[in-house]
């Protein structure tokens, strides 16, 4: 008659049995059943709510933000400052990394009492309301401060309608037109009462280069 097996070996057997059930159950099949439904579900948001051009190519994520600038005169100088191209509207301000990087996900952590977030608001109201044409006193707060993820796909409508007028202009469009854009890709408040409405930049401008 064999010998059964110490108490301590028994409950490590017990132990690694149970480990490798929960390893095939939460780290294999439970992943599978939720990659699953959210493919059937919701697939857009599950692959990441990827943005195409008319022509199929890939141009961003409706759930990130990102510039819309004029390519630069000197690719090669890193001092060389970006300037926003007036055909497009224009993001909230990022700091998250050198702009809009998921990797890097963070606002400027300045305080309301801070001198240079002070200083910088005044400078982005400044050539803000020089770039769209309008009294600097009527920039809203989201044109001139970053948000707090620094991912921000949206504008307040405010500053979207800030900038109908520019874009209008630089495109030879009506103003009747691109505002009747601004509304289309408008969203409402989240759940109807959280937060205010936004304007997604990139859907916006992607629907503006589509204009025949």
């Known amino acids: 008659m064999s010998k059964p097996l110490p108490t301590s070996v028994r409950t490590h057997f017990t132990a690694l049995r149970f480990l490798l059930l929960m390893t095939v159950v939460l780290g294999i099949a439970y992943p599978l059943l939720v990659t699953g439904i959210s493919q ?13 051009s008319a022509d199929g190519k890939e141009i961003g994520s409706s759930l990130i933000g990102q510039n819309f600038n ?3 005169k000197n690719p090669n100088d890193p001092n060389e400052q970006a300037q926003p191209d007036p055909k ?3 993001p909230r301000p990022s700091a998250a990394g050198t702009g809009y990087d998921p990797t890097s996900s ?5 305080g309301p009492n ?3 977030l002070l200083k910088s608001v005044q400078s982005a109201r400044a050539s803000i309301a020089a770039f769209d044409g309008v009294d600097p006193a009527s920039v809203p707060a989201d044109a001139v401060t970053s948000s707090g993820s620094g991912l921000d796909p949206e504008i307040s409508v405010a500053y979207a309608d ?3 007028n520019r874009v209008a202009k630089a495109r030879n469009l009506s103003v009747d037109q691109v505002n009747a854009l601004v509304g289309k890709y408008t969203e409402a408040r989240s759940v109807g009462f959280l937060g205010n409405p ?3 930049v990139l859907l916006l401008n992607s629907a503006l280069n589509e204009l025949k």
């Open 88 to 90: 497009y509207f224009q």
């Open 162 to 164: 800030e900038q109908v």
């Open 114 to 116: 801070s001198d240079v």
């Open 106 to 110: 963070s606002g400027t952590n300045l």
């Open 40 to 52: 059937v579900a919701f697939s857009q948001k599950a692959n990441g709510s990827i943005v195409k």
């Open 70 to 72: 004029l390519p630069k």
């Open 198 to 200: 936004g304007v997604n």
